[in-house]
C-alpha cells in the first residue's frame, strides 16, 4: 500500500509556471507506475499523463504536450508535475494516483490517491 500526497499547488498568472510534488509514503514506490489527474469544477477526473516505474516512460494527453513534462526521483519517492506556458483552462484540482500502468487514463484503474491541490490560473 502507499499514501500520497500532493503539494505547490496555488495561483499564478497566464504564462505562469507551478511544479507540483507527490510524496509517496509505504513501500515499493518504484513499483508504482505514477500518473497526474486534474478535475475542474462541474466536470470529470481527466487524465492528463503519466510515467512508467523506471521514469523511463512518460504519456501526455495532448491538451498539455509541450508544456507539462513529468519525472519521478525513486530514491526519494517522489514525482513531479512540471507546469508551464499555464492558460486560465488549467485551473483544476490536481490529482497524483499510483497503479499499475502509466498510460491508463481511466481513474478507476488507479489504485492509490491522494488528496490533490488547487492550481487556479488567473487571465
Known amino acids: 500500500q502507499v499514501q500520497l500526497q500532493e503539494s505547490g499547488g496555488g495561483l499564478v498568472q497566464t504564462g505562469g509556471s507551478l511544479r507540483l510534488s507527490c510524496a509517496a509514503s509505504?513501500?515499493?514506490?518504484?513499483?508504482?507506475?505514477m500518473g497526474w489527474f486534474r478535475q475542474a469544477p462541474g466536470k470529470e477526473r481527466m487524465y492528463i499523463g503519466g510515467i512508467s516505474k523506471s521514469g523511463s516512460w512518460t504519456k501526455y494527453v495532448d491538451s498539455v504536450k509541450g508544456r507539462f513534462s513529468i519525472s519521478r526521483d525513486n530514491a526519494k519517492n517522489e514525482v513531479f508535475l512540471q507546469m508551464n506556458s499555464l492558460k486560465p483552462e488549467d485551473t483544476a484540482l490536481y490529482y497524483c494516483a499510483a497503479g499499475e500502468t502509466h498510460t491508463n487514463a481511466k481513474p478507476e484503474r488507479w489504485n492509490y490517491w491522494g488528496q490533490g491541490t488547487q492550481v487556479t490560473v488567473s487571465s
Open positions: 509505504g513501500r515499493n514506490f518504484d513499483s508504482y507506475a
